[in-house]
């Protein structure tokens, strides 16, 4: 039996990811490697994600390295994947979701919260959109890097505060104590997921990966994503979808801004589970004619 060679990114979170998705194959009796890499956006710290102009920017290193026939399989944050994986690869499999929300570390206190002035560093437009929706007049520091880069910036900085998808500092054991669960924040689409693509050709291997799916986190990553992409949102788009299933029914919360969060459109629904492979689409058309089309327009235009 030939070892699966894992292609992953080469930060922290990244290898971790890609050493659970190593011990879930192991425990059905594959053998794996991990193959590392750098992306463009691991290596360009400084460019806000939204102005790097595509789509993929931590992902397509890895795409190519899959096309290449130099790995086998690839591991990402579902987050961070294109709703359209490129001709010859598909998403074949995720893990088990963990934490969703998006925290806010802060230093010192969070009396901030009452001021008008203060100082929120993300990297992320999302985030942006939905924190100067609820708080107009705080900056937003652009807050680019791996996870420790981040957590070492805002010490050394000179801001409130920082904002850090929870799943990530958890599952590195860096989650401090002064944090907050900001769960009025819409996460991003697939957020808190791990996702593994292989090529469509690979029958052997999607018959493999289909043994560590998880079935529930895929049926949630499908409807948030269809949502995404409906509404013609790239992975760095002020767009937030968050899928929850209970009593055999699927809940879909979504989510449009504008860059400023002036304006939204936000809207919930639940279906029956049989209706549920549709929800992210038709959501999207119901926010889309709410007046998230005229948002989008804005927003490529800008």
Not at 6 to 26: P, Y
Not at 235 to 259: M, N, Q, R, T
Request: net charge negative; proline share 4%.
């Amino acid at each position: 039996m030939k070892k699966i060679r894992i292609g992953t990114r080469d930060s922290a979170l990244a290898l971790w990811q890609a050493r659970k998705v190593a011990t879930a194959l192991e425990a059905i009796g594959q053998e794996t490697e991990l193959v590392a890499v750098k992306s463009a956006g691991d290596l360009d710290l400084n460019t806000p994600l939204n102005q790097f102009g595509t789509t993929g920017v931590f992902t397509k290193i890895l795409d190519d390295a899959l096309l290449d026939n130099r790995v086998d399989i690839a591991v990402h944050s579902l987050k961070d994947y294109p709703t359209l994986a490129p001709e010859g690869i598909v998403m074949a499999a995720v893990l088990e979701r963990g934490p969703v929300h998006d925290i806010l570390v802060y230093k010192g206190n969070t009396d901030f919260l009452n001021s008008e002035v203060a100082q929120i560093a993300t990297g992320s437009i999302r985030r942006i959109a939905q924190w100067q929706s609820r708080y107009p007049k705080h900056h937003n520091p652009n807050l680019r890097g791996n996870v420790q880069t981040r957590l070492r910036k805002l010490e050394e900085g000179d801001w409130n505060g920082a904002i850090f998808a929870k799943a990530g500092l958890e599952r590195l054991g860096l989650l401090p104590k002064n944090h907050l669960v900001l769960d009025w924040m819409i996460p991003a689409p697939a957020q808190g997921i791990v996702g593994i693509t292989c090529l469509s050709v690979d029958g052997q291997m999607l018959e493999t990966l289909q043994k560590i799916n998880h079935d529930v986190t895929a049926l949630r990553a499908k409807v948030e994503r269809d949502f995404l992409r409906r509404v013609e949102g790239g992975c760095s788009a002020p767009v937030g979808a968050y899928a929850e299933i209970l009593d055999g029914k699927l809940s879909l919360l979504s989510g449009v801004f504008s860059l400023d969060g002036s304006e939204k459109v936000i809207l919930e629904n639940t279906v029956p589970l049989s209706a549920a492979s549709e929800l992210g689409i038709n959501l999207a058309d119901e926010a889309l004619s709410k007046g998230a089309a005229a948002i989008m327009d804005n927003l490529k235009n800008d």
